[in-house]
């Protein structure tokens, strides 16, 4: 079966390799995790054809006997042979119990190098974190970036591909589908879902109220973007006539973003420069999984779409992200990375001068000299910079790679 590159997350983990760290990669059930190992097989084996790999999925049968550190132990002996380059690579791992008991022993013996997926943010918390801590690196694998989406689908940059990207999200199978029979691609999208819920929710993190836990999820897909607080949980559960606490809903969302399903994106006082202990709001690790749950009228707010896709890009291009908050507003994205800040307001249409002065001004509120940009859909043919805040089509942006 063909294996489309993603390079950047092969480069990333090789970049680690013989550092004498456990390589951990994150992300939500189908996004490409187990892909990205198959590559980096064939890129160690082309490299070097006498090196010895291990490799254990745990979501083929093949492997169902391995259930415990215990079996992991039996499984490895003798699978590692002197003299060659030995590694391990597990995908799913968090489907074996104990299994940081056996990898933080063959890390300290320095056996093999070890790379594993897991869909679930707990194995970092709890198993990872408390057994391995300053022993593994994790890098993220995300659903595709718009332009893997080009790349997968064979399709130029436009602003019909576009539309299909905002509709559609980045989940890598989708390729083989193709997307002209959308009731096939939906009912992918669903069932990936529905996969997602029962291994990584229901079975991981024991939770027994499905219905209620869709319903939030419906919610917070309505929602995206906006504040996420008790009082507004308490408010929609009102509405729903749902008898549920609202701090048990915010475990629900916890759950969610163990999944991968959500993201959590904290507040930021920029005047205060200090993070906000209230008031999140969550972005979607992919946008058709968004899209499925917002139901049939999945796009008509555009805006969400748009300010979910500008979180992805940032997140892929490795910031870190808050929401900033300022006396009299509020700017979408404060981004960090290596030292650096970068602002960013997003609007769907900047029509006239009000709306220029209202997205244009929270920014120029900010007292400080670091990069402020405006992404929008404004169809552009040339620079519309306002008073040295840089203004970019959501297009153009999503095919940055340096902001």
């Known amino acids: 079966m063909k294996i489309i590159s993603r390079q950047n997350y092969v480069d990333h983990i090789l970049k680690y390799m013989g550092k004498g760290l456990i390589i951990a990669l994150t992300g939500q059930r189908r996004v490409g995790k187990s892909y990205v190992v198959r590559q980096l097989v064939q890129e160690l084996l082309a490299n070097n054809p006498q090196a010895n790999i291990v490799y254990i999925n745990k979501e083929k049968t093949k492997f169902n006997d391995i259930q415990n550190a215990g079996d992991l132990s039996r499984y490895l002996e003798g ?35 070890i790379v594993v997926t897991g869909s679930n943010a707990k194995m970092l918390s709890s198993e990872l974190s408390t057994y391995l801590g300053g022993r593994y690196i994790e890098i993220h694998v995300q659903s595709l970036s718009y332009r893997e989406f080009l790349t997968f689908h064979n399709l130029e940059d436009s602003d019909e ?112 420069k200090r ?40 997140k892929n291009l490795g910031y870190k992200i808050s929401i900033g908050t300022l006396p009299n507003g509020e700017v979408d994205f404060v981004a960090e990375k290596g030292g650096r800040t970068i602002y960013l307001q997003v609007a769907y249409l900047i029509a ?49 790679d340096s902001l």
């Open 352 to 400: 006239d001068e009000s709306t220029m002065e209202r997205e244009f001004g929270n920014l120029l509120a900010i007292q400080d000299n670091y990069p402020k940009h405006v992404v929008s859909m404004n169809p552009m043919t040339r620079s519309q910079d306002y008073e040295g805040i840089r203004h970019l089509t959501l297009r153009r942006f999503l095919m940055t």
């Open 79 to 113: 699978k590692f042979i002197d003299g060659r380059d030995n590694y391990l690579l597990i995908d799913e791992v968090q489907d074996i119990d104990g299994f940081e008991n056996v990898l933080r022993s063959l890390n300290a013996d320095e056996e093999c190098q």
């Open 275 to 314: 993070l906000l202990e209230t008031n999140d709001k969550y972005y979607f690790e992919d946008l058709g999984v968004r899209n499925l749950l917002a139901g049939p009228d999945r796009t008509a707010d555009i805006e969400k779409v748009m300010e979910n896709a500008v979180y992805l890009h940032l």
């Open 161 to 272: 591909s576009l539309q299909l990207y905002l509709g559609f999200g980045g989940l890598p199978h989708l390729y083989r589908l193709g997307l002209d029979n959308e009731d096939m691609v939906w009912e992918y999208i669903q069932n990936i879902y529905n996969t997602i819920v029962l291994k990584d929710v229901v079975q991981r993190e024991g939770l027994r109220n499905v219905t209620m836990f869709e319903n939030l999820m419906s919610f917070v897909s309505d929602n995206t973007g906006q504040l996420v607080s008790a009082t507004s949980l308490s408010k929609y559960l009102k509405s729903q006539q749902i008898n549920l606490q609202p701090l048990t809903a915010i475990n629900y969302l916890k759950s969610a973003s163990n999944a991968y399903i959500v993201n959590k994106v904290p507040r930021y006082d920029i005047h205060g």
